[in-house]
């Protein structure tokens, strides 16, 4: 899948949206931001602010809520999410990648067992994390 283009199941079968709402992907915005507070190895990449309230978690809630199949809130307030290109500003490495990829792992968890996401969902989610953090790296450790 990549990471640009709208989440789709493999045929055409209702989007992670359809299947699992709003406040799911809301709260991993949360939980993930969350993490990165915590993580002294990237917390300097981000901005001061990460409380569920900040602009920082809101772009995200507004991109995975677009990106998996929700309303295109995220665009239409920034335009298309030229993700990769956004992440050029930060020098994002391998041990940086795999520190934000563990805690959208955690944050997926604990969303998952929150709102009883069944695991093909789930599989779906983590796939999608796993590849598109790989594809934000733009810098060697
Ligand atoms: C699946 C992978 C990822 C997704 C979907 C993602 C998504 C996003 C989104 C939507 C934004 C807001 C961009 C904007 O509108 O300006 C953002 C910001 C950011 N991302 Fe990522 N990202 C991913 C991976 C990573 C990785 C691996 C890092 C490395 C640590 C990273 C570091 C950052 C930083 C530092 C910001 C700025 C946040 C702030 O405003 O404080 N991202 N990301």
């Known amino acids: 899948m990549h990471p640009i283009t709208p989440s ?7 989007t ?3 299947r699992i709402g ?3 992907l809301a709260d991993f915005a949360v939980g993930l931001y969350r993490r990165i507070a915590e993580d002294a190895s990237i917390r300097s990449m981000f901005s001061d602010d990460l409380s569920p309230g900040s602009a920082a978690v809101g772009d995200m809630r507004e991109f995975v809520t677009q990106f998996f199949g929700g309303p295109n809130a995220y665009s239409d307030r920034k335009g298309h999410p030229r993700l990769r290109a956004r992440h050029m500003r930060f020098a994002i490495g391998q041990t940086a990648r795999d520190a934000w990829l563990g805690h959208a792992m955690a944050a997926l968890d604990e969303v998952a067992a929150a709102h009883a996401i069944d695991s093909a969902t789930l599989a779906e989610m983590r796939a999608y994390f796993a590849h598109a953090s790989a594809f934000m790296i733009n810098h060697s450790d």
């Open 8 to 14: 789709q199941s493999p045929s055409s079968g209702p």
């Open 16 to 18: 992670v949206y359809e």
């Open 22 to 24: 709003a406040a799911p």
